[in-house]
């Protein structure tokens, strides 16, 4: 069932999917494998709703970022994977402000 504001629940499916079996993706796309479950892992965090450690997370997209370097250099990383990323923190931002202004 997808969530309201969420996107299409079919691309969901397909990149859970995507992600979940690394192993396979790799195998099939020819991209490394240890990348793809760096990146499952930081879109997990972003979506899974509990407070994350923001400076662990961020010392640990700069090692996926140096990998994504390292290997693919030669391809620009799509301002998608950046701007999603960083539209997920502000609803979660947003979200922690508006809790802080209910505690007071």
Known sequence: MPKQQSGNTNDGNTARKFFRNAEKSAEITGVNVKLIKRFYIILESINCGFPINLDQSEKYAQ?????????????????????????????????????????E
């Open 63 to 103: 090692k996926t970022r140096d990998l994504y370097l390292k290997e693919y250099s030669w391809y620009s990383m799509p301002v998608t994977v950046t701007v999603q990323a960083q539209e997920a923190r502000n609803k979660n931002n947003r979200k922690y402000r508006e809790l802080g202004k209910h505690q």
